[in-house]
C-alpha cells in the first residue's frame, strides 16, 4: 500500500485525490465481499429505475 501511495505522489497525485481512490477501492472492495452483492445491485437499479 505504501508503494502505492508513493506511486501515485510521484504521479503528481494531490492529497484529495489519493484519499478519494482509496476510499473508493474499499467501497468497492466491501461490496465485493457483501454475500447480498447481486441482491444489493439489483436493489439499487430498481430504485435509481423508479426515481426516472
Given at each position: 500500500m505504501?508503494?502505492?501511495?508513493?506511486?501515485a505522489i510521484?504521479?503528481?497525485?494531490?492529497?484529495?485525490?489519493?484519499l478519494a481512490a482509496m476510499i473508493a477501492l474499499a467501497d468497492d472492495t466491501a461490496l465485493a465481499m457483501h454475500e447480498n452483492v447481486l441482491l444489493s445491485v439489483e436493489?439499487?437499479?430498481r430504485k435509481f429505475?423508479?426515481?426516472r
Open positions: 505504501l508503494g502505492l501511495l508513493g506511486d510521484d504521479a503528481g497525485w494531490s492529497k484529495d485525490e489519493i436493489t439499487e437499479l429505475k423508479k426515481k
